[in-house]
C-alpha cells in the first residue's frame, strides 16, 4: 500500500511538473473552472483534484479543496483553468495515521501518510470519474461516496 501511495505522490509532481511549460496561446485557451467535492455528503477539504485531457496533447490542471469542498483549477505555471474538452478526473486526500491533514509542505510518504479516498477515485489505473469543460467554462460537482452502493 506505501508504495502504491507513493507511486502516486510521483505521478502528481510529474503532471504538475510537465504543466509548467505551456505553449505561448495555451493561456489564452483556458476557462475558468471551478468546483466542489464531498464524500458522502459532507465536503471534503484538502484534497487534490487533476483533470488530465483525454485526447490531443498531454495536459491536466489540478486544483485543491478548501474547507468547504470547493476548488478552482489552474496549471502548473499559475495560470487559472483549463481548456474545454474531456477530461479524466483523479482525486487524491493523504492524511496522517491519526486520521488528521498531512502538515503542509510535507510530502506525504516522509510523515507516513496514506490515501483517504476509495482507489476509483484516487488511482490513476483504477479511476471512474469524469468530466467535460464547456467552451464557456463552468462548476463541477464530485459527489463521492467512501464504499460503493449496495447491489440489489
Known sequence: MRRHAWHLVCLATLMVWGCAEEAPNYAEQLVPLRGTVTLDGKPLAD?????????????????????????????????????????????????????????????????????????????????????TVPESGGDVVFDLLSKPPRKR
Open 47 to 131: 484534497a487534490t483534484v487533476v483533470f488530465l485531457a483525454r485526447e490531443g496533447e498531454s495536459r491536466q490542471t489540478s486544483g485543491t479543496t478548501d474547507n468547504t469542498g470547493q476548488f478552482s483549477l489552474a496549471t502548473g505555471s499559475g495560470n487559472e483553468g483549463a481548456i474545454p474538452g474531456e477530461y479524466d478526473v483523479l482525486i487524491t486526500k493523504f492524511v496522517m495515521p491519526d486520521g488528521s491533514p498531512v502538515p503542509p509542505d510535507v510530502p506525504p510518504m516522509d510523515v507516513g501518510a496514506t490515501e483517504a479516498l476509495p482507489p476509483h477515485y484516487s488511482s490513476p489505473s483504477t479511476m471512474t470519474l469524469s468530466a
